[in-house]
């Protein structure tokens, strides 16, 4: 395959937004509606190990809380007893946009970066118009770079880490909630997600799904984004993917981290055994607490 077949490629599969099935007795994938917050979601409800589904309101997953409103903020204390936080950004995007921990008295937050800075190409630490100029310089695709993260993710010694702290996180909880986010709640978040889902004994058809979910609830942020970054980049080529490849979900990035688990540890559960030191004992122990 020559190099413009692969581009073309990668732009049908940048171009095309892909939305999934329903899950059967998981109602709009859990989605909580906030006032800002518009990725956040509960996995209460979705199918796991023997017939059982995960409790409700435990487990939160979301984009990052910077611009939640008071009402959302309340919304969490209150409805859900938010209990914890976990931050898998890194220390760059956490000082642009921290989470408001002043407001949220009694809860106590996780800073567990995924990956480094010098890790990756592309974050949105520096604003999304200057990553994009910059990739478009480097003559990059954001589409591919962003799928060449989610093995770096899952495997690499930073991110292994940060998903092992934060499993046993879940396993040190006295009864609230615990919601956890990255920037726009699809791929760090995603892949903890993927990782909690999979520990309960979640279908992995049902795990991809819920990957895909993102996509039902990022459209008005990612368009957003997409006129300011055309305001300030008029020039630049196939603006309309790059922007989606920064806030969808696509299957072939959530193939890319299954592919790479699977021929690093042979299988997932093996994954979870010896890359996160989360074996068959403290998912017994997850299930207990999580599922009814």
Sequence with gaps: MDERTKQNDTETTAGHIELPEPIPGFNEFGHIPLEKLHNTRDLGGLPAADGRRIRPALLLRSG????????????????????????????????????????????????????????????????????????????????????????????????????????????????????????????????????????LGVPEEFVKRDYLATNLFVRNRAETMLDAVRDKLHVLKGIDADVDSLFYAFSDYYEAAMTAVEKEYGSFDAYLERGLDFGPDKQKALREKYLA
């Design 64 to 199: 990052c809380l910077h611009k939640a409103s008071e009402q959302d903020i309340a919304t969490l204390l209150a409805d859900y007893r938010l209990e914890g936080v976990v931050d898998f950004r890194t220390a760059v995007e956490r000082g642009k946009e921290p989470d408001p921990r002043e407001r949220m008295e009694g809860v106590v937050f996780y800073d567990f970066p995924a990956f480094s800075m010098e890790a990756v190409g592309i974050t949105h630490g520096a604003g999304l118009a200057q990553e994009l100029k910059a990739l478009s310089a480097d003559s990059a695709r954001p589409h591919e770079m962003v799928r060449s993260l989610y093995p770096k993710m899952l495997l690499g010694d930073e991110g292994r880490e940060s998903y092992r702290s934060f499993m046993d996180v879940l396993l040190e909880g006295n009864g609230g909630a615990y919601l956890w986010h990255c920037t726009e709640g699809k791929d760090r978040a995603g892949l903890a997600a993927v990782i909690v889902e999979r520990a």
